[in-house]
């Protein structure tokens, strides 16, 4: 492969860790360090938790690189290596019976559920800031189970497709796409006291 | 699932429901897509559901990160020469 004098691609810089260049990896953590920290604080919520999955990653990285390859992104599969370090943390709690009831539409025509429906107070940028939303944001996703964090996060705010995601956490798109359906529920429903009008 | 009668432009709210959860930012323009803007135009309480499911989106995507320490960066290198160190010792 012929490496340019610019910027080597993904596959020039892996190549030359696979044959123990320990620049060409640091290369490597500088371009996707803000990635894998963006990713494992957005599912941790915690700076020094984050930090941990941040290192884990990358060691695993470093251990595993002869195992890459290339037949997907890079970035998928060190998305999958924070997604899986996430996972094998934490057990599932027994959310699932109630994420499962956000399958079924709310009765419009109910008082209760109309009332749950009332608008939400604009939200400028500064009130993001306040550490009181910020608190209710943390709460409200460290109730998901981890499996659902980590759709939510891939699909709503890392932005990542269905089929992407899918890739990512071994599920299939149908169960990515339920669990994310689920997520977006449980969380606006935990949102809302402190959001309506 | 209960089923509402169908009442604005053919839909009824629990078809928008799960619509309105696989793809919120839809700028498709297929005839169901241009059905289900028709609901929402008419319906509050689908409209008022949408309205905050973007915004607890936004909120998320928005959130304030903080920078990675220093520390962390170089700790992982630490940790990388270790293991190098190991590799070595064990092919000798």
């Known amino acids: 492969m012929k490496e340019s004098h610019h910027t080597p691609t993904d596959a020039q810089l892996i190549s030359r860790v696979k044959k123990g260049d320990e620049r060409a990896f640091s290369a490597l953590v500088q371009r996707y360090e803000h990635t894998v920290w963006g990713f494992a604080y957005k ?28 037949r997907s992104k890079f970035s998928t599969w060190l998305y999958t290596i924070v997604a899986n370090n996430c996972l094998m943390k934490r057990r ?17 025509e109910d008082e209760e559920v109309q009332k749950q429906l009332a608008s939400w107070d604009d939200t400028p940028a500064e009130k993001l800031l306040r550490g009181e939303l910020k608190e209710q944001l943390d709460r409200a996703i460290q109730q998901l189970p981890d499996d659902y964090k980590v759709v939510f996060v891939l699909r709503d705010i890392e932005q990542k497709t269905a089929e992407e995601t899918a890739k990512i956490t071994g599920l299939s798109v149908p169960a990515v796409k339920s669990r994310l359906r689920r997520s977006r529920m449980f969380l606006r429903q935990h949102l809302h006291e402190f959001m309506k009008q | ?42 319906c509050k309480n689908c409209s008022a559901l949408l309205d905050s499911l973007k915004k607890t989106i936004y909120l998320y995507r928005h959130y304030p990160a903080p920078k990675i320490s220093a520390k962390a960066r170089k700790e ?17």
Do not use: W
């Not at chain 1, 941990?52 to 470093?62: I, L």
């Not at chain 2, 078809?15 to 959860?21: I, M, R």
């Open chain 1, 43 to 70: 599912l941790c919520r915690d700076k020094e938790k984050a930090e941990e999955s941040f290192q884990d990653t990358f060691v695993n990285v470093f251990r595993k690189i002869d195992q890459f390859d290339g």
């Open chain 2, 76 to 92: 992982l290198f630490a940790i990388i020469h270790m293991e190098k160190e190991k590799r070595k010792r064990t092919r000798c």
């Open chain 2, 1 to 42: 699932m209960k089923r509402r009668p169908v009442h604005i432009h053919l839909l009824s709210c629990a078809d928008v429901y799960s619509h309105l959860c696989d793809n919120l930012d839809s700028k498709l323009d297929s005839e169901s897509c241009r059905k289900i803007k028709a609901h929402l135009k008419e």
């Open chain 1, 92 to 108: 599932r709690r027994k959310l699932e019976d109630l994420l499962e009831s956000y399958d079924e539409a709310p009765d419009v």
